[in-house]
């Protein structure tokens, strides 16, 4: 009878390195395994059991968890959420990250703002302000549009703009999600399934959609901006597909910068942009 790595799902010949799990009761491969050469012949010199990834997981679900406090906090109901303080990353140099192209922005932030008083909460803890926005990034409306409004409902203060990554809408559905007291602003992608960009803007804001600073370019880059027509606050949802071209996205959102400051702002605008 054939032996399978519960891994790979490749056969395990008799001349492959291979290692019984004790719980499951299944071959692994010692690769797919991810054990060195001298780990294997010290398992092989042991009495002791061993247990495959997918049981440790099992049996123990936060076992990757290695910093102790993280521990307590995923393992009991404590959560300390006011000791969560938001620590962004911080660099000397004068010039921005996006002139960096060998930076990845998936791995790293540029931010010279200090956030001393931004903490982490539950929905439940927001207060009401006179602006605020929420970011989701919902990975198909489609299959998680019940769980944005559940979160929705647990804030107990009206949310201005909700701005949507990865709305995995396309023109046939964009009327489809429509949440109680806001309407739905979306930019689907056109070339193939999944991205898409969308704002929901709360019923009590009157705006314009901002098409010239819509860019949408297939794989770099995707956004979607409106104006506020009371205090001319722009706000916009901006997505980077991930395995974009860095260089391509760069130079299309320095593009859109530069739309945003030939424009004569009021000293009061403010400029809001979600980049997820």
């Not at 395994?33 to 440790?56: K, Q």
């Not at 980077?240 to 702002?265: H, N």
Request: glycine letters at 2%; a negative charge.
């Amino acid at each position: 009878m054939c032996t399978y790595c519960s891994v790979c799902q490749k056969s395990v010949r008799s001349n492959q390195r291979a290692i019984f799990c004790d719980c499951c009761l299944e071959w692994n491969h010692a690769k797919c395994a991810f054990l060195s050469n001298d780990e294997y012949v010290a398992l092989g010199c042991s009495n002791d059991p061993w247990f495959c990834m997918h049981c440790l997981q099992s049996i123990f679900p936060f076992n990757h968890i290695s910093n102790e406090k993280e521990f307590i906090m995923a393992t009991t109901d404590f959560m300390d959420y006011m000791s969560l303080y938001f620590d962004p990353f911080i660099v000397d140099e004068k010039r921005p990250l996006l002139n960096m192209e060998d930076v990845d922005p998936d791995l790293n932030f540029y931010n010279n703002i200090a956030f001393k008083d931004a903490v982490y909460t539950l929905p439940s803890e927001i207060q009401a302000s006179e602006f605020s926005i929420l970011h989701a990034n919902c990975r198909g409306l489609e299959y998680n549009f019940d769980k944005l409004q559940s979160l929705v409902d647990t804030i107990p203060t009206s949310i201005s703009v909700i701005a949507i990554s990865e709305t995995w809408t396309d023109p046939n559905s964009e009327n489809n999600y429509q949440l109680n007291g806001y309407n739905f602003e979306v930019i689907s992608r056109r070339h193939k399934s999944c991205g898409g960009v969308g704002l929901f803007v709360n019923h009590s804001l009157r705006y314009k959609l901002r098409k010239d600073l819509c860019i949408c370019v297939p794989d770099i880059i995707e956004c979607i901006f409106i104006e506020l027509e009371l205090n001319k606050v722009i706000v916009g949802c901006l997505y980077r597909p991930p395995g974009s071209d860095l260089a391509s996205f760069t130079a299309q959102f320095d593009t859109l910068l530069s739309k945003l400051m030939k424009k004569k702002l009021p000293t009061l605008q403010v400029i809001l942009m979600l980049i997820c």
